[in-house]
């Protein structure tokens, strides 16, 4: 398995903290982690794909990404003091395999081989971006372009058949459910999906694509 945040990472420096990483196995609705729980450990996925959300105030839930094989997710914990805390709640969307990396395995890694900081910072690099794409998405871009951008996101992460409902989309596009289904009908129209129950069937990817602008915000 090659994971695109070690690109440019040096090899040896990828061996080495995939040697001290431990395998761990999902099933599907399994949590990971809970908003709150001591922040203990990265988690580098290899296969299967995660949801990532939080509990509103009011106690509904509410979505915030979907990772997939090749990305992480936990990766502040490698940077956190003791006694911090998850700020986000991640379960199994389907069976799934990460590679856990503890907190206190990586610092002794790092003590050992100080060139491995450069892989962290590859790693917090990486967050910084995400979380920079989606305060732009979030200031700068209207609710249906939101629709169709994360769409089209998610159609390269599952391949073509994405197995959210609209209310999950809704959420990761930070809008209502009823702007989701209009931009999903509109999208069906034109051929460029196909919708099912609880499914989303992308039927012109490169259509899709330049629609949601993608290729620069």
């Known amino acids: ?24 196995t999902f099933d599907r609705g399994e949590v990971v982690f809970h908003r709150g729980d001591p922040a203990d450990c990265l988690h580098l996925i290899v296969s299967g794909r995660f949801a990532v959300g939080i509990t509103t105030p009011l106690g509904a839930t509410a979505l915030l990404g979907v990772r997939g094989p090749g990305d992480a997710f936990g990766e502040l914990a490698l940077i956190a003091r003791e006694g911090v805390q998850r700020s986000a709640t991640v379960a199994a969307l389907e069976p799934a395999e990460t590679r856990s990396v503890l907190v206190g395995d990586f610092e002794r890694l790092r003590r050992e081989h100080p ?31 939101r629709v169709v951008h994360r769409v089209a996101e998610l159609g390269e992460l599952y391949g073509g058949e994405i197995p959210l409902a609209q209310e999950q989309l809704a959420e990761l596009a930070g809008t209502s459910r009823a702007t989701t289904n209009r ?35």
């Open 183 to 217: 931009v999903l009908r509109d999208l069906e129209r034109r051929g460029v999906v196909e919708l099912h129950r609880g499914a989303v069937v992308i039927r012109e990817p490169e259509q899709l694509t330049r629609q949601s602008g993608r290729q620069g915000i």
């Open 1 to 24: 398995m090659e994971w695109e945040l070690f690109t440019g990472v040096p090899e040896e420096d990828v061996r080495r903290l995939l040697a001290i990483a431990r395998r761990r």
């Open 115 to 145: 060139s491995i900081d450069g892989l962290l910072a590859r790693l917090l690099g990486e967050r910084v971006r995400r979380l920079s794409d989606q305060l732009t998405e979030a200031y700068y871009l209207p609710a249906d372009k």
